[in-house]
């Protein structure tokens, strides 16, 4: 058989655009394979899989589609459920949400730059840092991102009411995918009539995929605001951070390396020429970095509903391709060590078959958060500390001993931020200074195979009769 030619005349003997897609694609997922049961069957990789994965398993194991809990929409919930019938831990689900993030980010390049923007946006996607970690845990970020790529995709097709089913499936997703509605507004301009009906498909996709949010509106909003709320507010960690702007623009750079360069020269080209696409992905661009600008809380992971649109407008910039596709190597070896991190056990899971095998069944422990769940025992949780939130009074070893709790374990993924913040978290920082004075029973730090933040246990002394 001859090879297919080419638009040009030129014969193709490297199999077409199919091919390098698969070839993207097997790499991305032989990235994301390595660790991907890290930390299991605790929730070491990220704490927001024990508020989604619990859930998603009781949808499948009786108790109803109704998870009474809207920090999230239930999107995410009910794809992962109905795998979790045979396995309790989804993540290998989220792994093919991932892959088909790459492709529909291909996709996205594909429509509105050609066939080497696909190219490279399917690259930029596949070893971007950021969407690389997340796509081992099961939480809504990769979900979101996946329909931030199809509806964006969509809209610069011009399938106008398609992109309005897919902007209610993001924000099903995750609730800043409603910010996709400006560049829906901007692709549809002057067609008003197919805009009125996207957007009333819109709704209908997000009632449809996530309707208790809509039979529970009044306690949906409450909990979307107040997670909004603790997200301008802050987050453990970031009390000394940058402002919003280098913070943000400091994690983008984390995750794309210096090829965000050439993305951030594709969208000032964009937001020059004004083509279709330009308008659609500079705006979601735009809009969705403002939106973040209002926020005191950095997480990377906030970041990922942009990644597809950056890879495409790197891709934008075809002379540069070639350029583009080296610098990629620099996050792929980033890639690389973080994955090899993640072949090691964590400590706060060694830690805790010490627990099984040394503390009494029935202990009552106090254990921060970001440690492992002990079942079978009695687990008196710590309130992680957060800017604007009340003094947990059980940080207080005489109230631990008063409520008769046997053992104290900490971890450094909580200890630590708070000590470098300590002057935001006074009461907290000497809590963890008179634990020190306690018998510390067990400690276990990263080393060899160990990997991980270390983790603590402190029995405390009972006071003299």
Same mark, same amino acid.
């Given at each position: 058989?001859?090879?297919r %030619?080419r638009?040009d005349?030129v014969?193709n003997r490297?199999?077409?655009p199919?091919v390098?897609l698969a070839a ?5 997922a032989?990235?994301?394979?390595v660790?991907i049961r890290?930390?299991l069957p605790f929730a070491?990789?990220?704490?927001d899989?024990?508020?989604i994965?619990?859930r998603?398993w009781?949808m ?6 109704d %998870? =009474?809990?809207?920090d999230? %929409?239930?999107l995410?919930m009910?794809l992962l459920?109905p795998?979790q019938?045979?396995?309790a ?5 989220v ?6 993030g790459i492709a529909?980010s291909?996709?996205l ?5 050609g066939p080497?923007a /696909?190219?490279?946006a399917?690259? @930029?996607?596949?070893v971007?840092?950021t969407y690389v970690?997340y796509s081992?845990?099961?939480v ?12 964006l995709a969509?809209?610069?097709? /011009? ?7 897919a $902007?209610?499936l993001a924000a099903s997703?995750k609730?800043?995918?409603?910010l996709?509605?400006v560049p829906l ?10 805009l009125?009906v996207?957007?009333g498909?819109?709704?209908?996709a ?7 949010? $809509?039979? =529970?509106?009044?306690?949906a909003?409450?909990?979307a605001?107040?997670?909004?709320q603790d997200a ?6 970031f009390e000394?951070?940058?402002a919003a702007p ?5 994690r983008?750079?984390?995750?794309? *390396?210096?090829?965000l ?7 000032? $080209?964009?937001?020059v020429?004004r ?5 659609v992905l500079g705006s979601f661009?735009?809009v969705y970095f403002?939106d973040?600008m209002t926020?005191?809380?950095h997480?990377?992971r ?11 407008l790197a ?5 540069? @391709?070639p350029?583009?596709?080296?610098l990629?190597?620099v ?5 690389v060590?973080d994955?090899?991190?993640?072949t090691?056990t964590?400590?706060r ?5 010490w627990v ?9 422990l ?6 492992p769940?002990?079942e079978?025992y009695?687990?008196? *949780?710590?309130q992680l500390?957060?800017? *604007?939130?009340p ?9 631990l001993?008063?409520?008769? $709790?046997d ?8 200890e630590d931020?708070v ?7 006074p009461?907290?920082?000497r809590?963890?200074?008179?634990l020190?004075k306690q018998?510390?029973v067990y400690?276990?730090r990263p080393?060899g195979?160990v ?14 009769a």
């Open positions: 058989m001859r090879p %030619p638009s005349g014969e490297w199999g077409g199919w390098a993207v694609l097997l790499l991305a032989a990235i994301r394979l660790g890290y930390g070491l990789l990220n704490p899989e024990r508020n994965v619990p998603a009781a499948t194991h009786g108790s109803g589609l %998870p =009474h809990w809207f999230y %929409p239930t995410t009910y459920a795998f019938a045979w396995q831990e989804p993540r290998l689900t792994l093919a949400l991932a892959l088909a529909a291909w996709w390049g594909r429509r509105a730059y080497v /696909g190219f490279v399917a690259a @930029a996607v596949a971007e840092t970690a081992r845990m099961a809504t970020d990769v979900p979101l991102t996946l329909g931030v790529a199809v509806a969509l809209m610069v097709s /011009g399938r106008i009411e398609l992109a309005g089913l $902007v209610g997703a609730y800043p995918g409603v996709l509605l507004l901007a692709g549809a301009w002057g067609r008003w009539r197919r009125a996207a957007c498909l819109a709704a209908l997000f009632a449809l995929t996530s309707p208790f949010v $809509v039979l =529970h509106l009044g306690q909003a409450g909990d605001w107040g997670v909004q301008r507010a802050g987050w453990l960690g000394n951070d940058n280098i913070a943000f623009a400091a983008l750079w984390d995750g794309f *390396g210096p090829a360069l050439i993305a951030v020269a594709g969208l000032v $080209v964009a937001l020429r083509t279709r696409a330009d308008l661009v735009l403002a973040l926020l005191h809380a997480f990377d906030y970041l990922l509903p942009l990644v597809p649109a950056l890879g495409a891709g934008r910039l075809r002379s540069l @391709a350029v583009t596709l080296l990629l190597v996050p792929f070896t980033w890639d060590r994955a090899r991190d993640l090691r964590d400590a899971a060694v830690g805790h078959r099984e095998s040394h503390l009494p069944r029935g202990a009552l106090a254990a921060d958060s970001s440690t769940d002990f079978g009695r687990v008196l *949780g710590l500390p957060r800017p *604007g939130q003094y947990d009074p059980n940080r207080s070893v005489p109230r001993r008063k409520l008769g $709790v053992y104290v374990i900490v971890t450094g993924a909580v931020r000590l470098a913040a300590g002057t935001d978290y009461r907290e920082a809590f963890y200074e008179s020190q018998k510390r400690a276990i080393h195979d990997g991980g933040p270390w983790l603590e246990i402190y029995r405390l002394k009972r006071p003299k």
